[in-house]
């Protein structure tokens, strides 16, 4: 299979947002209605064609007035009369309210389709946004207008100035419709209401914005970022299931982004905030923790981000039944918080991160997904070579011995690929700390040196093969850098092997010539390729096993 920076579209597109690389990219701007302009289109083509129309009707009665003093066209539409208007105001009032039915008709059930099938916060969201209030406000107050207007007007008293301002709401009314379920639709677009939701749960937890007035109240801010927090988790999930990858991904990555925002600003909250509330407690999440567990969050100030990560554990597993191409954005996501906290030198929540990996390989093997064990172990990789770029050299011997373990598990599950797969990163990691001279290369390699075991099964014998071919292509980078002696190491475990399987394993590195795998991967390099320098090495390493 093949190895190499993973190239999917999402990656690229969040090139450099953690660790230091480049900006967490910014967030959406805010949609803003374009209720004016389609408010004014709307109008001019109403009032240009009554316009042209009572114009040409005047002007036919001036010439049907001749030899009169005839009224011209103004004179005619303010000549009001009672009787006239009263059977025009109650068939007003009977529009405008037929008007307020239809609005709430239809956004009483987009909203409730909506919060059915991406989140139940949609519904609250809507009903607290100022525009949404102000134009179903101003509907009621249109039809409440025009029924009163409609019972003023008598025989012997016109109210002009009163029937003139009821025509205008009424035809603002009018006008609105149309604009504003354009508005409502743009308002339930999934991607601005997962926006909108990892921002007020950001303003949850900084207490500015909508809540602002919960600023001294922590129990409540906490309570509402982990409301929040659940709401994105729960779009993640229902879209999974219905196949809905772009609106998944975009919860996942509202999480990430939130995740990586806070580690820069938890700084600067107060210690009660890393506290758990009673109210905060009483989430299904935390009541399963041990008490020990909870409080070591507590000590360790990592419980939000403990949250988005458990979030995480949730739709990963979620993925594995019917979405596995987002397992993989999770890992990604998982890999940016990481690498977030280790620029911000966050190490506690570096080490709940390596924890959660494990958890993600633990669920694949359970699940007998290679495939995302594969994408799991590569990401898991970028994350130990990262943290051997900044000198955290024992946390990257523990997740050598994690990948060495679950290599070992997989083994036993008769998963070989998983195996190979795995030894051939721990021999990646090991290349990397050599070049890096890093102070935990030597375990490092001791830990790739013991992945491989005698093979009782078919499966099994092919696992250790390729385990093997992974310890003969780290031995030929020692002997292309100049370092006989930790290639002698590698040599010096294999001399138990048949000489037959290492004469193949020999054959089949000679003979792949092309650097990509011929099929379509996400790492791109196939296993088993060897630059040619590496490949003189070959016969000079089995001299050594003999």
Same mark, same amino acid.
């Given at each position: 299979?093949?190895?190499g920076e993973v190239?999917t579209?999402?990656? /690229?597109?969040?090139a450099g947002?953690?660790g230091?690389?480049g900006?967490?990219p910014a967030?959406p701007p805010?949609? @803003?209605p @374009?209720?004016?302009a389609g !408010?004014?289109a709307?109008?001019a083509? &109403?009032?240009?064609?009554?316009?042209?129309?009572?114009?040409?009707?005047?002007a036919y009665l001036?010439?049907?007035?001749?030899?009169?003093?005839?009224?011209?066209a103004?004179q005619l539409?303010v000549a009001?009369?009672?009787?006239?208007l009263q =059977?025009?105001?109650g068939?007003l009032?009977q529009?405008?309210?037929?008007?307020?039915g !239809?609005a709430?008709?239809?956004v009483s059930?987009v909203?409730q389709l909506?919060a059915?099938?991406?989140t139940?916060?949609?519904?609250?969201?809507?009903?607290?946004? %100022?525009t949404n209030?102000a134009?179903?406000?101003?509907?009621?107050v249109?039809?409440i207008n025009?029924?009163?207007?409609?019972i003023?007007v008598t &025989?012997?008293?016109v109210?002009?100035?009163?029937v003139?301002?009821t025509?205008?709401v009424v035809?603002?009314?009018?006008?609105?419709?149309?604009?504003?379920?354009?508005?409502?639709f743009?308002?339930?677009n999934?991607e601005?209401?997962?926006?909108r !939701?990892?921002h007020q749960?950001?303003?949850a937890?900084?207490?500015r914005?909508t809540?602002?007035?919960?600023?001294?109240d922590?129990?409540?801010?906490?309570a509402?970022?982990?409301a929040?927090l659940e709401h994105?988790?729960?779009?993640?999930?229902?879209?999974?299931a219905?196949?809905?990858?772009?609106?998944a991904t975009?919860?996942?990555?509202?999480?990430r982004?939130?995740?990586v925002?806070y580690l820069k600003?938890?700084?600067g909250?107060?210690?009660?905030?890393?506290?758990i509330g009673p109210?905060t407690? $009483?989430?299904?999440d935390f009541?399963?923790?041990a008490?020990?567990?909870?409080?070591a969050l507590?000590?360790?100030q990592?419980?939000?981000e403990?949250?988005v990560l458990?979030?995480?554990?949730?739709?990963?597993a979620e993925?594995?039944?019917h979405?596995?191409e987002?397992?993989h954005?999770v890992?990604?996501?998982?890999r940016?918080?990481?690498?977030?906290?280790?620029r911000?030198?966050?190490r506690e929540v570096?080490?709940?991160?390596i924890?959660?990996f494990?958890t993600y390989? %633990?669920t694949?093997? =359970?699940q007998?997904?290679?495939?995302a064990?594969y994408?799991?172990?590569h /990401?898991y990789r970028l994350?130990a070579e990262?943290?051997m770029?900044?000198?955290?050299?024992?946390?990257?011997?523990?997740?050598?011995?994690?990948?060495?373990?679950?290599?070992?598990?997989?083994?036993? &599950?008769?998963?070989?690929?998983v195996?190979?797969?795995?030894a051939?990163?721990l021999?990646?990691?090991?290349e990397?700390?050599?070049?890096?001279?890093?102070?935990c290369h030597?375990a490092?390699l001791?830990i790739f040196?013991?992945?491989d075991?005698e093979?009782e099964t078919?499966?099994?014998? /092919?696992?250790l093969r390729g385990?093997r071919?992974?310890q003969?292509?780290l031995?030929t980078?020692?002997?292309?850098? $100049?370092a006989?002696?930790?290639?002698?190491?590698i040599?010096?475990?294999?001399?138990?092997e048949?000489?037959?399987?290492l004469?193949?394993?020999r054959?089949?590195?000679?003979?792949?010539?092309e650097?990509?795998?011929?099929e379509v991967?996400d790492?791109g390099v =196939?296993f088993?390729?060897?630059?040619d320098a590496?490949k003189?090495k070959?016969d000079?390493f089995f001299?050594r096993?003999?």
């Amino acid at each position: 299979m093949g190895e190499g920076e993973v190239s999917t579209s999402r990656e /690229q597109g969040r090139a450099g947002t953690a660790g230091g690389a480049g900006a967490i990219p910014a967030s959406p701007p805010r949609w @803003r209605p @374009r209720l004016p302009a389609g !408010i004014a289109a709307l109008l001019a083509v &109403s009032l240009l064609l009554f316009a042209v129309f009572w114009l040409l009707d005047s002007a036919y009665l001036g010439r049907r007035t001749a030899g009169t003093a005839p009224l011209d066209a103004w004179q005619l539409l303010v000549a009001l009369d009672a009787e006239t208007l009263q =059977n025009a105001l109650g068939s007003l009032a009977q529009v405008v309210v037929a008007v307020l039915g !239809i609005a709430i008709t239809v956004v009483s059930i987009v909203v409730q389709l909506a919060a059915t099938r991406y989140t139940p916060r949609i519904a609250e969201m809507f009903f607290r946004d %100022r525009t949404n209030l102000a134009i179903m406000g101003f509907f009621v107050v249109s039809c409440i207008n025009a029924v009163w207007v409609s019972i003023v007007v008598t &025989s012997g008293f016109v109210p002009r100035a009163t029937v003139a301002m009821t025509t205008v709401v009424v035809t603002a009314s009018l006008l609105l419709l149309i604009p504003y379920f354009a508005y409502v639709f743009a308002f339930l677009n999934p991607e601005k209401v997962i926006a909108r !939701i990892g921002h007020q749960v950001l303003d949850a937890v900084l207490a500015r914005g909508t809540a602002r007035r919960c600023r001294g109240d922590l129990q409540l801010r906490q309570a509402s970022c982990v409301a929040g927090l659940e709401h994105l988790s729960d779009i993640a999930i229902n879209t999974l299931a219905q196949k809905d990858k772009i609106i998944a991904t975009d919860a996942v990555t509202a999480l990430r982004d939130f995740a990586v925002k806070y580690l820069k600003t938890k700084e600067g909250l107060p210690p009660d905030w890393f506290v758990i509330g009673p109210r905060t407690r $009483g989430n299904p999440d935390f009541i399963a923790l041990a008490p020990d567990s909870l409080l070591a969050l507590e000590r360790k100030q990592v419980w939000v981000e403990w949250k988005v990560l458990r979030h995480f554990r949730s739709v990963f597993a979620e993925a594995l039944q019917h979405l596995p191409e987002l397992g993989h954005v999770v890992a990604i996501e998982t890999r940016y918080i990481a690498e977030e906290a280790l620029r911000l030198d966050d190490r506690e929540v570096l080490v709940i991160s390596i924890r959660f990996f494990n958890t993600y390989v %633990r669920t694949a093997i =359970n699940q007998a997904d290679v495939r995302a064990c594969y994408n799991i172990f590569h /990401q898991y990789r970028l994350l130990a070579e990262h943290m051997m770029r900044k000198g955290h050299t024992d946390l990257v011997l523990e997740s050598g011995r994690c990948i060495a373990y679950y290599s070992q598990t997989a083994h036993r &599950s008769d998963l070989g690929f998983v195996t190979e797969t795995a030894a051939h990163d721990l021999g990646v990691l090991c290349e990397r700390a050599f070049e890096h001279a890093a102070s935990c290369h030597d375990a490092l390699l001791g830990i790739f040196l013991e992945v491989d075991k005698e093979a009782e099964t078919r499966a099994e014998e /092919q696992a250790l093969r390729g385990v093997r071919k992974a310890q003969v292509k780290l031995a030929t980078f020692y002997l292309a850098k $100049g370092a006989p002696t930790h290639a002698d190491r590698i040599a010096a475990d294999m001399r138990a092997e048949k000489p037959e399987r290492l004469a193949s394993i020999r054959s089949e590195f000679l003979a792949v010539a092309e650097r990509e795998f011929w099929e379509v991967t996400d790492r791109g390099v =196939n296993f088993d390729f060897l630059e040619d320098a590496r490949k003189q090495k070959l016969d000079e390493f089995f001299a050594r096993v003999r």
